[in-house]
């Protein structure tokens, strides 16, 4: 196991077995936690169902250092709390969570407000969009996945724009695309292997 790959290890508090050539990903698997990978620039993800949601840790590189991060998500498409270097980001929404149905609905929106280390900092909005169905592939394994759109916008703030590409079988986003204000991407998040984690 590489030093980053026993970093991640120390980090979450896992061990890691790696799937047989051929082996997928199914929803059982995930259910014991799965860590996501790519290799260049490092980035590294661990994913734990916790209920609706899931907890995440994760080690990226960042100014030639790697910087651990943890969150929990509300559901696998809504972040809550995120945890850093920099201090603790959480958010609070007004209307319950309902994101399962969105390929019926299209669309969820809340009412949303950010606090940082645990004083209110300002308010907005989460606009969710389902935008159609795909497929992605993780070390040539393909999933059907729903492309979705994402946009946090708080007061004074410009706004965050993610494109979300989630396998509801697997309840992980397996790609993510960040967006400037004209849909330009800025940066994607594409994984090149998994393997499966769990608690020890």
């Known amino acids: 196991m590489s030093i980053l790959l026993k970093s991640v290890s120390l980090l979450a508090g896992i061990t890691f077995s790696v799937p047989a050539f051929g082996d997928c990903l199914t929803a059982k ?7 996501l990978t790519r290799e260049a620039p490092f980035y590294s993800v661990f994913y734990k169902p916790d209920g609706p949601g899931l907890t995440e840790q994760r080690l990226m590189e960042r ?15 809504l972040v809550e709390k995120r945890v850093s270097a920099s201090g603790t980001h959480e958010l609070k ?19 949303t407000t950010l606090f940082i280390n ?3 900092s300002v308010s907005g909005t989460t606009f969710i969009r389902f935008d159609g169905l795909g497929e992605e592939t993780i070390a040539s394994c ?3 996945v729903w492309a979705i759109n994402s946009r946090l916008e708080l007061t004074e703030l410009p706004p965050i724009i993610f494109e979300q590409y989630y396998s509801p079988e697997l309840h992980l986003v397996l790609r993510s695309v960040r967006l ?3 849909n330009r991407p800025l940066n994607e998040l594409r994984f090149d ?8």
Do not use: C
């Open 93 to 111: 929404y007004a209307n319950a969570i309902a994101l399962d149905n969105l390929p019926e609905k299209k669309n969820w929106q809340s009412g």
């Open 180 to 182: 400037g204000h004209s």
């Open 142 to 144: 393909s999933y059907k």
């Open 29 to 35: 698997e995930t259910k014991r936690g799965v860590l």
């Open 118 to 120: 645990g004083k209110k």
């Open 63 to 77: 100014d030639g250092s790697l910087q651990p991060v943890s969150a929990v998500y509300l559901h696998p498409l």
């Open 193 to 200: 292997r998994f393997q499966i984690g769990w608690g020890n």
